[in-house]
C-alpha cells in the first residue's frame, strides 16, 4: 500500500517528465529518420525523464527533499538530465556524442540547471492541486499538502492583513 | 528627507498608528506592520512578469543575430546589460517593498513633472502594437493564418480575459506561470539536442571578452544596433518600472496594506484604496530583521529566475542560431539583413531541413510563445502603470475607480491597436519596434536616475542603497543614455 501511495506522488513529476521527453524525442529526427525512428527516440528521452521525474516527487513525499526550493533539485537534475540524455543517445544515436562523453555530459549538465527551473516552476504549480485530490485517501500526500499548506497559511496570513482584504 | 518619526512617550501600541514618515511634498507615509517575508525560498515570485516581458526580441533574435555577425566575443555586452537589469531589479524592488508604493508614485514625491515624463513616454512607445508582430508572424508561417489576423484576434482576446477576470493578478501570474514553465523546459530541451559543448563555450567565453568591438561594428550601419540591443538585454523601456506594480499587487512587502486591482466585470467589489503607501518602522530591529528577509527573498528572484532564465534562453537561442549556420551557411546572410521575420524563417528553416519540420515548427512555436508573453504582459502592465498615475494624480479620477481606469487604458491601447494594424503605417511591423527603441533606451536611461533620486531621498536611512549598488544604477544611467546619444552625434542614427 504504502508502495502505492509513494507511486501516487510520483505522477505529477512523471507527467512534466514525460512530456518535456516527448517534446524533445520528436527534435531527435535527425537526418530524416523514420516515424518510428521518431517515436523511438521520444520514448528514449521521455522515459528516464518521468522515471526522475516522479522520483523527485517520492522523495518530496518522504521529506528528501523541500517543497520549492532550488539548490537540492538543481543538483538532482544536474546528475538526472546528463544520464537522461545518454540513455537517449545509447539507444538512439542522434550524432551527440561525436565530441566526446566528456563534452556531451558536461553540456547536457549546464543545460540540466535551466531543465531543473523549468521543471520545479511546473511542479510547484501541479503538485498542490493533485495533492488536494489525493489526501483523503494517501497519507503520504496528506503530509505532504500540510508541508504546502504551512507555507500557504503564512502567505495567508500576510494577505489577510491588507487594508479590506478578503 | 526629514523625519516625523516622534517616538511615542509611552509604549502603548495605538500610538503607533499616528507616526508618519514624509517623503517629498506628497501625503507622508503613515508607519505600519511590514509582513514576514515569505518562509523558504519560493520559486513563483512577481518575478515571473519580468521574465514573461524580458525574455523576448534581445534573448531569441537581437543577440543570436549580433554573435553570428561579430562573433561571441560581443556577448561581453550582454552581460554587462542583464546584470545591469538585475541589479535595477532589486533597486526597483527596494522602494515598492518598503512603501507599498510604484515607482511612478516615487518618481511624483522627488518631482512630479518626472512622473508625467513617464506618463508620456508610456504613451508613446507602448500603443504601438509592434511587439505583437514577430510572434503573429511566426504563428502565420506555422498555420498559415495572416499575421494581422491572430495579432487582432490575440488583442481582442487579452482584453476579454483582462476584463473577466475577478482579481487579475491571479489569472496573470498562473497563466504567465504556465507559458513560463513550458518555454524554459522547450527551450533547455531544445538546446540539449541541438547544441554542442563547443557552442557553448564559445558563447560563455566571449560573455568575458570585455572591451571587444570589431571595426565593423563602429559603424552607422551597426552601432546602433548595437545600442538596441544592449537595450533589449532583459527587460526593456519602462518594464521594470512596472515590475513595482506587480510587486506592490503580490502584496510583497508593504505591498501587503493596498487592495488588488479587478477586471472591469467585479470593479464594484473593489476594496477602497488610499492615494498613499506605508512604511514601516526603521528603527525596529525586529521589523528591520524581516526587512531583510524580504531582500533575500527578492535577491533569489533576481538571481536564479531573473538573470539565470534570462541567460539560459539567450544561450540557448544563440546555440541554435549557431547550429542553424552551420547546417546552412546561406542563413547568415539572411540573419545579417534587416528584416527579422526572414531571418527567424531561415534560422527555422535551416533547423528544420536538419532535423525534421517538428523541429522548425517548436523553434517558431517558442517566437510565438515569446511574443505572446509579452503580449499579455505588455497591455496589462501598461494599462496597470497608467491607471495607477492617473488615479493618484489627475483631479476626479478617484471617483472612476482603479479598476475602471484599468479597463479605460487597457481597452484604449487594444482598440488603437486594431486601429494601427488595420489602417497604419505600411512599412511593416519591424519598422514600428526600431522607433520604439529610441524612447524605450532613453527611459532606461531616465528611470536609472530616478532611481537614484527616489531610493537616496525618499527612503529612510537604514534601508537606502549601499554606495555600491548607486554606484552600478550610476553606470547604467550613463551605459544607457552615453550610448544612446554617442550613437546619435557619432553617427547620426539613432537605435537600430
Known amino acids: 500500500m504504502t508502495g502505492r501511495h509513494s507511486l501516487e506522488l510520483a505522477l505529477p513529476g512523471a507527467s512534466i517528465g514525460a512530456v518535456a521527453g516527448a517534446m524533445a524525442g520528436g527534435l531527435t529526427l535527425l537526418a530524416g529518420q523514420s516515424a518510428g525512428m521518431a517515436g523511438l527516440a521520444a520514448l528514449a528521452l521521455a522515459t528516464p525523464l518521468a522515471l526522475f521525474g516522479g522520483l523527485y516527487g517520492m522523495l518530496l513525499g518522504h521529506g528528501v527533499f523541500r517543497p520549492g526550493t532550488f539548490g537540492p533539485i538543481g ?39 535551466g531543465f531543473a527551473i523549468g521543471f520545479l516552476w511546473m511542479h510547484e504549480r501541479i503538485m498542490p492541486q493533485w495533492l488536494v485530490r489525493r489526501a483523503g485517501d494517501n497519507p503520504l500526500a496528506g503530509e505532504l499538502l500540510q508541508k504546502y499548506l504551512r507555507f500557504a497559511r503564512i502567505v495567508r496570513a500576510r494577505k489577510s492583513a491588507r487594508k479590506g482584504g478578503r | 528627507m526629514d523625519t516625523s518619526n516622534t517616538p511615542p512617550a509611552t509604549a502603548t501600541p495605538p500610538v503607533e498608528d499616528q507616526r508618519v514618515w514624509k517623503a ?26 519580468l521574465v514573461a516581458l524580458g525574455v523576448g526580441m534581445g534573448e531569441s533574435y537581437m543577440w ?58 508610456a504613451i508613446a512607445v507602448y500603443i504601438w502594437p509592434g511587439h505583437l508582430s514577430a510572434g503573429a508572424a511566426a504563428f502565420e508561417e506555422i498555420t498559415g493564418i495572416p499575421w494581422v489576423v491572430t495579432a487582432i484576434a490575440g488583442l481582442i482576446l487579452v482584453g476579454v480575459v483582462f476584463t473577466l477576470a475577478k482579481v487579475i493578478y491571479n489569472l496573470l501570474e498562473n497563466v504567465l506561470s504556465l507559458l513560463i514553465g513550458a518555454l524554459v523546459l522547450g527551450t533547455a530541451v531544445v538546446a540539449a539536442m541541438v547544441g554542442s559543448w563547443g557552442d557553448v563555450v564559445t558563447t560563455i567565453s566571449g560573455m568575458f571578452s570585455f572591451g571587444y568591438l570589431p571595426p565593423e ?93 534570462t541567460m539560459l534562453v539567450t544561450i540557448s537561442f544563440t546555440v541554435i542560431a549557431q547550429a542553424a549556420v552551420r547546417i546552412d551557411p546561406a542563413v547568415r546572410t539572411a540573419i545579417q539583413g534587416d528584416d527579422r521575420e526572414v531571418a527567424l524563417t531561415a534560422m527555422s528553416n535551416a533547423v528544420s531541413s536538419a532535423g525534421s519540420s517538428v523541429l522548425g515548427v517548436v523553434f517558431l512555436g517558442f517566437i510565438a ?24 494624480f489627475i483631479p476626479g479620477a478617484k471617483k472612476l475607480g482603479m479598476s475602471k481606469l484599468y479597463a479605460v487604458f487597457l481597452w484604449g491601447v487594444i482598440i488603437f491597436g486594431i486601429l494601427i494594424l488595420l489602417f497604419g503605417p505600411a512599412d511593416g511591423p519591424s519598422g514600428i519596434l526600431d522607433t520604439l527603441a529610441f524612447l524605450s533606451t532613453f ?54
Open chain 1, 75 to 113: 543538483l538532482y537534475w544536474m546528475a538526472a538530465f546528463p544520464v537522461s540524455r545518454l540513455a537517449q543517445e545509447i539507444l538512439v544515436p542522434t550524432g551527440g556524442l561525436a565530441e566526446g562523453a566528456g563534452p556531451f555530459l558536461a553540456y547536457q549538465a549546464m543545460i540540466s540547471l
Open chain 2, 24 to 49: 517629498g511634498r506628497l501625503e507622508p507615509m503613515p508607519i505600519r506592520k511590514l509582513p514576514d517575508a515569505p518562509p523558504s525560498v519560493h520559486i513563483l515570485g512577481p518575478t515571473v512578469f
Open chain 2, 64 to 121: 543570436p543575430r549580433l554573435v553570428l555577425l561579430f562573433g561571441p566575443e560581443i556577448r561581453w555586452l550582454f552581460l554587462i546589460g542583464v546584470t545591469l537589469q538585475a541589479v535595477v531589479m532589486l533597486e526597483m524592488a527596494r522602494y515598492a517593498m518598503a512603501t507599498g508604493e510604484s515607482i511612478f508614485s516615487g518618481a511624483a514625491r522627488v518631482f512630479k513633472p518626472l512622473m508625467w515624463f513617464f506618463f508620456i513616454v
Open chain 2, 217 to 309: 561594428a563602429m559603424s552607422a550601419a551597426w552601432f546602433p544596433v548595437i545600442v538596441g540591443a544592449c537595450a533589449f538585454a532583459g527587460p526593456s523601456g519602462m518594464q521594470q518600472m512596472w515590475y513595482t506594480l506587480h510587486l506592490r499587487d503580490s502584496g510583497a512587502g508593504m505591498g501587503v496594506h493596498q487592495p488588488k486591482i479587478r477586471g472591469l466585470r467585479h470593479a464594484g467589489e473593489e476594496e477602497e484604496r488610499p492615494n498613499r503607501g506605508f512604511m514601516f518602522d526603521t528603527e525596529d530591529p525586529a521589523e528591520m530583521a524581516k526587512w531583510k528577509g524580504w531582500r533575500r527573498w527578492v535577491t533569489f528572484d533576481a538571481l536564479l529566475l531573473f538573470w539565470g532564465i
Open chain 2, 369 to 392: 510563445l515569446i511574443g505572446l508573453n509579452a503580449t499579455l504582459g505588455l497591455f496589462d502592465s501598461f494599462s496597470r502603470g497608467q491607471a495607477d498615475m492617473t488615479y493618484n
Open chain 2, 443 to 496: 527611459a532606461m536611461g531616465a528611470y536609472c536616475v530616478t532611481l537614484l533620486l527616489v531610493n537616496n531621498r525618499m527612503l529612510p536611512k537604514p534601508i537606502r542603497p549601499r554606495w555600491w549598488s548607486n554606484l552600478i544604477i550610476g553606470f547604467g544611467a550613463v551605459f544607457y543614455l552615453g550610448m544612446l546619444f554617442y550613437s546619435l552625434f557619432a553617427y547620426g542614427v539613432v537605435v537600430g
